[in-house]
């Protein structure tokens, strides 16, 4: 069966339910996508994702044990987590253990384990979690980067949380995140397996009757730096960890997606058949690896990309990816490297739709992305069609990609980067 965007009428709110019946296997799962309730919603920086592990500790009644034992005894899956854009709480189980599954959600949305210890518990794990980070040298680059990119907006904080940020977080907070963020009216259900749909709208209804209305808000559009900014951050370190990112001027809503996804694959995304990997790996063997993509999503779109070399090679390396990037926005591509994308992407394609998960979170981005059910295949036929002047036209449009910013973890005493 085809999946499909359904509809659900609950308390006069319409709620989409992106759906695929699958009696292949006979499992159920059902997710329950929160719209603009992720990590750019903070209030505080980490309080999303601490939300989120808090809801994985049980009820109130059980804790954090005795509900897990109950969840294993019939192999049922039950989880929160968050996004940069959404929280998700998802329940899976065979389809002979759904229904029970469902009643463990119920059960959980019903006492949710709001006690001090459990709050404490978790603080504890994310404190121990950042703590550990202060040594992950991509972690410091990536994260001083967006700081960098996005200097004043809820995608350049530390939006996992800090030492400071965790400690005063309160259970009163978290609750609070919870009840204004998760709400009936800004959800969308995703639904697939053994399961019909009479069957999901059912759980469905009984499951979201249990969230409150909540104020909706859209997602808002950031835009990354041009300043093209250097970032020198001194640790006791033996190789350059050098992050990299630029604007894209643009958006998630655009029609010819396709040109993007092929500028995407052939400047950093390719591996051994992309431009930074060929220049700066297999000509030069200044890494063992070089990648960029071009994001886009609801809240931004733009280039970011990563490399580690030697720290006596990394002025050079820095040097080869700004120049590389120049070169792909002045020249393009070549009509060989256009034929072996097209030949990867239309080849690899049924990769991407082998399972029902594959299937429904494409689906799922159709819908959130306010694009057409089977976007991805028309996509995919314009990919075979397209000519070597619309691509090359496509990227020198987008000169802003050459307006780099770099965050570089280093040893400044053994480097003399200016």
């Known amino acids: 069966m085809a999946t499909s965007v359904n509809e659900i009428t609950l308390k006069e709110s319409k709620i989409a339910v992106v759906f695929e019946e699958g009696n292949y296997i006979p499992i159920v799962s059902i997710q329950l996508v929160f719209k603009n309730a992720g990590h750019l919603s903070n209030t ?3 309080l999303a994702d601490l939300a989120a592990k808090l809801l994985n500790e049980g009820t109130k009644k059980e804790g954090s044990v005795g509900f897990a034992t109950k969840l294993d005894a019939h192999a049922v899956n039950l989880h929160a987590g968050v996004g940069r854009e959404s929280f998700v709480i998802e329940v899976s189980a065979l389809k002979s253990e759904f229904s029970y599954a469902v009643e463990r959600l119920e059960e959980l949305l019903r006492d949710p384990n ?6 404490d518990h978790v603080k504890r794990q994310k404190i121990g979690w950042l703590t550990q980070k202060k040594g992950d040298f991509d972690y410091i680059a990536a994260t001083a980067l967006r700081a ?3 200097k004043g907006e809820a ?7 800090t030492l400071e940020s965790v400690e005063s977080i309160s259970l009163e907070d978290v609750k609070t995140f919870i009840s204004t ?3 009936y009216n800004n959800v969308i259900g995703v639904v697939g397996g053994d399961i019909s749909f009479k069957e999901a709208e059912g759980y ?8 409150p209305k909540v104020e909706k808000k859209e997602v808002k559009r950031i835009h990354a730096s041009d300043k093209k900014e250097v970032l020198l951050i001194d ?9 990299f990112g630029a604007p894209l001027h643009y958006a998630y809503s655009e029609k010819d997606q396709y040109l993007a996804k092929i500028a995407e694959y052939l400047l950093g995304g390719a591996g051994f058949g992309s431009r930074l990997m060929e220049e700066i790996r297999v000509k030069r063997g200044l890494t063992y690896g070089v ?14 990309g990563y490399v580690q070399t030697k720290l006596t090679t990394q002025d050079e390396t820095k040097a080869l990816v700004q120049k590389v990037v120049d070169d792909f926005v002045k020249e393009g591509i070549t009509e060989e490297e256009l034929d072996r994308t097209k030949k990867f992407l239309l080849g690899s394609e049924p990769l991407r739709t082998e399972t029902l998960s594959q299937r429904l979170n494409r689906a799922y981005n159709d819908y959130y992305y306010e694009r057409p059910l089977g976007f991805a295949k028309e996509q995919l036929s314009k990919i075979e069609s397209v000519t070597l002047d619309e691509v090359n036209t496509f990227i020198k449009l987008h000169t802003e990609l050459s307006d780099i910013s770099f965050s570089i973890v280093t040893k400044k005493e053994d480097n003399t980067t200016k």
């Open 44 to 46: 505080k920086d980490g």
């Open 114 to 119: 709001y006690t001090q210890e459990a709050m």
């Open 148 to 150: 960098e990119l996005f």
């Open 155 to 161: 995608l350049g904080r530390p939006y996992s949380g």
């Open 181 to 183: 963020h998760l709400g």
């Open 204 to 211: 469905l209804t009984r499951v979201l009757s249990l969230f």
């Open 235 to 243: 640790e006791d370190t033996q190789q350059a960890y050098i992050y």
């Open 291 to 304: 990648y960029a993509s071009l994001r886009r999503t609801k809240s931004v779109s733009y280039l970011s």
